[in-house]
């Protein structure tokens, strides 16, 4: 079974916002397995914006996205399996691609080891959300 290109065209499309001065968001289906500030979700989706300056240590890998940022003042840690991100888009033009809400792999279940952030990879599995995916323009 080949690799997914989700995460190849959500690091493709991030690369292309921030060359071509635009601020990538992703929006992102939220279940158990997302790390995420509860109070920001709406509809079990978020919006997030992944602009460099906007994160720290914003790492994109095949199964996960992981960054720092601030909330109402206070740092907070981002966990997103890539399977949730539901688009990615430049917030100045609205130019992107959406995807399906995706199933974690087998192998994928946990989150990476924690570094020095003392993350725990002892959540429990996805819900996946029914029906057609869609997408809204957010402004």
Known sequence: MSTSTKPYMIRALHQWCCDNGHTPYVVVWVNDKTDVPREFVKNNEIVLNIAYSATKNLKMDNDWISFSARFGGMSREIWLPVG??????????GEGMGFEVEPMADHADLKPAPDASGKSDDEPGPNRPGGRPSLRIVK
């Open 84 to 93: 949730n991100v539901m688009s990615i888009f430049a917030r100045e033009t």
